[in-house]
């Protein structure tokens, strides 16, 4: 007998960082978005929540909006230009409020 299945899917929103670095002109990489990429990760494990990561942070590709950089987007939510480290947890308080109000407990 295979034990019961979980009926409720893992909630969980992905957070996209542009690790775009331009050979010309103002790109993201080129304003350290690789460092914010890794403390991103680094502080949204620090948010597991019973094994489950509710934000997954993943590098992308060039946003449009090379300017502007470091650029972090939340799939379904809002856009950070210019990020700096002191912005992370309002980036990832965020994303955790955009799954509370999909997703209310
Ligand atoms: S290099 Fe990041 S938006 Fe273009």
Redesign the pocket.
Known sequence: MSPPMDDKPERHITVYV?T?L?VSGS???GHK?KAILRALERRADERVVEGHALVHVRPSV?????GD?P?VKIIGGDFFHRVKMDDLDTILDAAEHLIAAKDPA
């Open positions: 542009c775009n331009r790109s993201c990489a978005s060039c946003m449009g909006y090379c950089g650029n």
